[in-house]
Each structure stands twice: as C-alpha cells, then as structure tokens.
C-alpha cells in the first residue's frame, strides 16, 4: 500500500538514498516443521550506542491491534565476532540492544501456524509470510533498504512483491514496502501475461491439476480486463509487474489481503470444486489495487505500525470494492444476470433490516473497524444490535447510487470510481469525503443531490427506495414471507435461546435474551426452532401474544405485537414482461448484450 509509514514518516522510493548497508533478515527453516522461524537481522553502520527493535502491533489492509510480539521469544544479540550483547525487553513490543560495534545480529524465534493474509504460516509445505506478524523493525532506521535471505529447500520457489537480488535473496526499497511485500515459499505452479505492457502473475499453492488452474487463468484474465476497462488503464505498478499470491489446499486459512503490487487470496477450498467460490476474492482484491492501494484515504496516511487505525471511508474503500466484486463477475459472464440478482438479496435484507443504522451512519460503521476487522474481545459484544459490516454497507449504498445516477444522470458509478482515480488515484493524492462529495457534484452537476447524498446516506442511515430503483432496470422487489411475523429467525435448543435477538423482533420486544428459556409462546409450549417456527406460521400480524420464558432464573410472562417481517426477495424479471427502456438500463448496467 501507498506509503505505510510509521509515525516518523520516510519517502517512498525505490533508489537506494544511502551509502549505508541494507538491513538483512536471514532466515533458518531447520524447524519449521515445529512451526518455527529463526531468524538473524543484521545491522552494519551503526552510528548509535542503543539500538532499539519493534514488532509491529498492525498490519497492511488491517485496522484493529494484533499484538505480534506474542508469537516471539528466544531473543538474542551477538556482534560481528559473535560475542553477546546486552537485549533488554523495554515494553511487550520492543527490546533494546546495547551495541559494542558498528555491527549487531539479532536473533529471534517466531512461531506462526496461521496461514491467511495478515498471520505468519509456518510448517513442512510452505511458509507463508506476513512481514509484520514476522519481522521486527529496526527503531530509527525506517528508510534503510532491506534485504530477505530465505535458503534453498527442496525444490521449493519464493513468490513475492519484493524485488529478486538473486536465487535467496528479495530487497525492499525501505520498510514501508517492505512490510506491505507478503511472501510465500513453497511447491507452487506459476502463470503469467501482459496487459498493457505489465506483467500479471498468478503463484498458486494448490491440490489441482494444470487444466483446472488454466480455467482459472482465465477467469482472471476476464477480470483483469474488465477492472481495468472501468478504471481507464491499469495503476504503473512498481517494476511493472503484480502478483497474486494464491493458496488453495486445506493448510491455510480463509482470507484475501490487497497490497500495492500482489494479494493474498487463500481458502481451504479446491479449485475443482470451489472455483465459483473463489474467483470473487479475485476480483474483490484486485479491485484494491486502485481503490484503496492508490485511491488512498487521508485518514491512513501515514498509516502506523504501532497503533490501530482508523478512518471514515472504508465504506467506500471496501464498501464499493464490495459492489463491484460480484458486477465485475457479470460483466465477463463468469455468473449469470439471474445469479448476480440473487447475490445480492442477504446483503440488502442485512443492511436494511439492521437495527445498527439507527446508531450508526456509514462513515462512523467504517471507524468501527478498531474493534471488527479481525480484531478480538474477551468480553461479549452487542455488534448484531449496533454494527453493520462497512463491506456490505459500502455494497448496499454503493448498488443504490449506481442505479440512482443511471436513472437521473444518465452517469454511472463507473465513471464516478474513474473520476475519482484520475483527480486521487493516479496522482496518489489522499482524499477525504469532503472531496468525494465535491466529486459526486461535479459528476452530476447537482450540488444539492450530493449534499443530500452524503448527509443522509454516509454520514446518516437512510436508504434509498430499492423497489422503485430495482422496478426501473426490469427487477421485481417484493416481501419474502408476505404476513408472517418478524422472529428473524432465532436459534431454539431444548428451549434456550442460542442466537442473538436483533433489536425490533419478537422476542427482543418481549425482553429475550440469549440464554434464555423459551416457555411458551400464545399457550403453546415451544422448545425446538421447528416447534417455534410452526408458531410462527399461525400468528397474525398486527395482534398481540403471550410469551413465557425463564430469565437468569426467574419466569417472566410477558408480550408482543407482532410485526410483518420485512425482508425482501428480488425476482430477474424476463426481457418480454419489462419495457424496453428497462431492459436497456439493465443491460447497460449488467454489462449484457
């Protein structure tokens, strides 16, 4: 990502701006198979007497606190004639080191058995390197170049953003790069094209075979393109090359992780089986390499290694993103129109039905991410009942405004994203909303919508009116449990609640909790999700029942009015039952002929 600075902010360049020898991290894998790294950092003209080193507590594309000093311990400190040196552990992230020379190696042992896009992955198939859960910085010297030494082993190849000095050896320009550079290391196949005079590579881990990973190129070759297309041109990729860093087998963990020049993109799926799955990763990821990467909010510049991040535009950063990850899919007629329709029926229900937008707007739903993008609690949390994924957020206001401005505009939300590259992404200015909003208005050259926009839709909760924008593009918006009350579908085991009750349901309205008791509900005993759900099914909206339930103890007899549940279905109406205006605006916005 684009300058991930620490606090002490440095350039981001790739020449080399000192005489001084690169920072060297040289890997040992003589047990790997324990899930462990050793690793020797050398440092040679050293100008001070301390020398301070600290794991990183964030990392690239994350917001929340990670703390990757846990993983940690055996730590050490040698000068060049291997004579030892005082380290003294100074907080839980950081250790000092007293040097005697111009010169220190130290040494650490760092456990990682958490292959995805923000752990360290370390075992006898691969290692799957995240650098900050990985690698100490050297405090003060953040502009040094750096260099990775990783040894040979089996016939194992690096795939890699960094920069190939030789067989064993990658360098980084400085730290910000080098942190932003995931590495993996293990048997992989490897493909690779041009477009537009860039390299594109593919370095995949995986359990298939050359045919099925062939068909996969393609899907991402039909990506590429079309990504591309709604941008104008590709970013200059650094060195003219991007990669993705590709791991599909059952020894890895879920996750997609965008960086400046490659992404993550792993599962325990199969390519033979779960090709549909995966390829959306593909397209969500490789849409960050503008919006995100490039197309950079303020709020993250620069972004600090030490503490949690935040800002008020991921619900454009990976809200939109969101949106076009399964549009981009249509386009290239990966899934069908009908499919792509049907994608899109949980997120609105989620985002329309959640009672957190009476708290929260999108902009303040993306400064939540501290405490939601894998970060972690000991405690229970109420975020069912006060947060809406910015993802799906961002997705559902982003599918709105899309079709609002094809409606009223005749402009589209592809040429408000290439609008907003050209003036942020290709000068690599941060923005703000407030430059958002003044581009939205010069898009539309209505001020007043973009005003309205922002104050109703970003920074307060409302929506717009999906079913008369869904009717105009040939789609059918109607109730998907038309008189049925509104339970939303709650959990019952041997009649304990074990779902959390969202604010506006039935039983929340009674006074339920999770864990408790579910009695009875209008004289009939209810103990099983199936004996409520037949409950259910009797009740009449508008009127109101009996309920008993057992509360920390104690029998409650309480109440409710029963409310129609509102959740929707859309329905991909043929071309011969809609007007052919709306089969143009749809074809238009589908990317159909």
């Known amino acids: 990502m684009r300058s991930f600075v620490f606090l002490f902010i440095t350039c981001f360049s790739f020449h080399k701006i000192s005489a001084q020898q690169p920072i060297t991290y040289q890997l040992d894998l003589s047990n790997i198979h324990h899930h462990e790294l050793r690793v020797t950092v050398t440092i040679t003209d050293l100008d001070d007497q301390e020398l301070r080193f600290r794991m990183p507590n964030t990392s690239p594309g994350r917001y929340a606190i990670h703390s ?51 752990y360290l992955g370390v075992d006898s198939r691969k290692l799957h390197i995240n650098m900050p859960a990985t690698f100490p910085y050297a405090v003060g010297l953040d502009s040094r170049e750096i260099n990775l030494i990783i040894p040979e082993h089996k016939n194992w190849i690096v795939a890699t953003q960094l920069q190939s000095v030789n067989d064993s050896t990658f360098s980084a320009p400085d730290y910000a790069y080098f942190y932003d550079s995931p590495t993996i290391y293990g048997e992989m196949d490897t493909r690779q094209w041009e477009v537009d005079g860039q390299q594109i590579k593919m370095a995949v881990m995986h359990t298939g075979n050359d045919e099925e990973l062939d068909h996969y190129m393609e899907w991402t070759k039909l990506i590429v393109n079309e990504e591309r297309d709604i941008f104008g041109e590709l970013p200059n990729f650094d060195f003219g090359e991007y990669t993705f860093l590709m791991t599909y087998n059952p020894y890895v963990h879920g996750d997609g992780m965008e960086h400046r020049n490659s992404t993550v993109c792993s599962s325990r799926g199969n390519l033979r089986n779960h090709a549909d799955k995966l390829i959306g990763t593909v397209s969500h990821e490789f849409f960050h390499a503008w919006n995100i990467e490039r197309i950079r909010p303020k709020d993250l510049e620069p972004f600090d290694f030490d503490e949690a991040n935040m800002t008020d535009a991921l619900w454009f950063g990976e809200g939109f993103t969101n949106y076009y990850q399964d549009l981009v899919l249509v386009r290239t007629g990966i899934i069908t129109p009908e499919t792509y329709i049907r994608t899109q029926i949980n997120t609105l229900n989620y985002v329309m039905n959640s009672p957190a937008r009476s708290f929260r707007g999108a902009a303040a739903m993306s400064e939540f991410a501290t405490f939601t993008d894998a970060g972690t609690a000991n405690d229970e949390t109420n975020f069912e009942n006060v947060f809406v994924s910015y993802y799906n957020y961002g997705e559902v206001i982003a599918l709105g405004l899309d079709l609002t401005l094809r409606l009223e505009y005749r402009k589209t939300l592809d040429d408000f994203t290439r609008l907003v590259w050209e003036r942020f992404g290709k000068p690599e200015t941060p923005y703000q909303l407030v430059d958002l909003k003044k581009l939205l208005a010069e898009l539309t050259d209505d001020p007043d919508f973009a005003d309205r926009f922002f104050t109703e839709q970003i920074y307060g909760s409302e929506l717009p009116n999906f079913k008369t924008l869904f009717g105009e593009f040939g789609i059918k918006m109607s109730l998907q449990n038309p008189l049925s009350a509104y339970f939303n579908n709650p959990r019952v085991d041997k009649g304990i609640v074990s779902s959390n009750l969202l604010r506006g349901t039935a039983l929340y309205e009674a006074g339920m909790e999770k864990g408790d008791r579910l009695i009875s509900i209008d004289g009939t005993e209810v103990s099983s999700t199936a004996r409520l759900n037949s409950v259910i099914n009797r009740l009449e909206i508008g009127k109101t029942y009996s309920i008993t339930y057992s509360q920390l103890g104690e029998t409650v007899h309480s109440q409710f009015t029963t409310k129609q549940d509102p959740r929707i279905i859309l329905t991909y109406l043929s071309s011969e039952n809609i007007k052919k205006s709306e089969l143009k605006r749809r074809n238009d916005w589908l990317g159909q002929e």
């Open 68 to 118: 990757f000093a846990k993983n940690v311990y055996d730590v050490t400190a040698l000068d060049e004639n291997g004579k030892a040196l005082t380290v003294e552990k100074v907080t839980p992230y950081e250790w000092q080191v007293y040097p005697e020379s111009q010169t220190v190696h130290f040494q650490y042992t760092v456990y990682g058995n958490h292959a995805d896009g923000t």
